[in-house]
Each structure stands twice: as C-alpha cells, then as structure tokens.
C-alpha cells in the first residue's frame, strides 16, 4: 500500500467519480490517503489544476466535461497525490484527435519537471519526441529497447513492420524531415 501511494495512475478511462466536482475529485486521494487537511488538499488541487489549465472547472462534475479535459482531471487527481512516479495506462486512447494534443502537452509538461513517467501508449510521436527511453513489446516480451531513437532507426523486423503498418500522420516529425533530405 505504501508503494501504490507513491504511484500517480492516469487510466485511459478516466476512472473519476461522477458524483464529485472536479475539486473533490482531484482532493480526495490526498485527504484520504495521504492525511491532509482539507485546506491543503485544496491548495495543492488548485495548483495542479492550474497546471493542465483547469482551475475554470472545478466546480464541474466529469459529466460537464470533453474527454481532453477528463483525463486532464486524472492527471492532476494524479498529480496530486505527489507521486514519486506518474504512470499512465494507453492516457491518450480514449481521446478524439483534437483532444490528444493538449493531454500529451499536460504530460510532457510534467516529465521537463522532472517526475518520472511510464505510458503504454500506441502514440509513436507521443513515445518517440517524449521519452528518454521506449521500450516496444511484442506479445508481451521485449522485442527492441533503447532511446527514443529506435523509433527512427529500428533494428528488428518486427518493429519496422510495426512503423510501417501506422498511418502516415502518426509517424513522428523527424522521420518525415529525414526522408525529404
């Protein structure tokens, strides 16, 4: 329990509660789990809604919200909890492309602060430009590991098969600059 109390989890789901307001949503883990009080719970919830650009909602329920703004809720519900590492499970998949950039700029964000952070995600830009290291499973075994460059320079079969089989646009900038050269 002490571990999973140093672990801020986004889920591609959201997983809020519907009955709360964003504010209660983002203070109850650090009331509850961490102990604090009310007050600071508020306090650090108003400081990291203000970081992914949501101190305008919290007094919204999830209902009232977009899927981007959700999972910027979970972020900073994450957040909160000042975790010693941030995982996020698939945090862009449940999102409509429009959405996609702000949460992956809420995330980024957080990793130039220096937190450690884990995704699984299938956003080759997201893993390539945002990760210091990538790590592709294939069937549940590593396949190929290494800096975010293998993204641009894989060496295994299976893994040029996976970039290739993705859609153009999903392909990060960097690939395409180095095919015009």
Avoid at 29 to 53: F, T
Wanted: charged share 30%; aromatic share 4%.
């Amino acid at each position: 329990n002490d571990v999973r109390s140093r672990i801020g989890m986004v889920f591609q789901s959201f997983e809020l509660f519907a009955h709360l307001k964003v504010i209660d949503n983002v203070t109850l883990g650090p009331r509850h789990v961490r102990k604090m009080s009310k007050d600071e719970a508020k306090e650090i919830a108003m400081s990291v809604l203000e970081r992914v650009d949501l101190l305008d909602r919290v007094d919204a329920y999830p209902g009232n919200l977009s899927g981007g703004q959700k999972q910027r809720v979970a972020i900073a519900r994450a957040l909160a909890m000042r975790p010693e590492v941030r995982m996020g499970d698939g945090p862009t998949r449940a999102l409509d492309p429009g959405q996609i950039g702000s949460v992956l700029a809420t995330i980024r964000g957080v990793g130039d602060e220096g937190m450690t952070g884990v995704s699984v995600t299938h956003e080759i830009g997201f893993a390539s430009d945002g990760a210091d290291r990538i790590i592709y499973l294939d069937g549940g075994v590593v396949a190929e590991e290494g800096p975010s460059s293998i993204i641009e320079d894989p060496q295994t079969e299976r893994l040029k098969r996976f970039l290739s089989s993705i859609h153009e646009d999903e392909v990060p900038e960097q690939i395409h600059e180095e095919d015009d050269k």
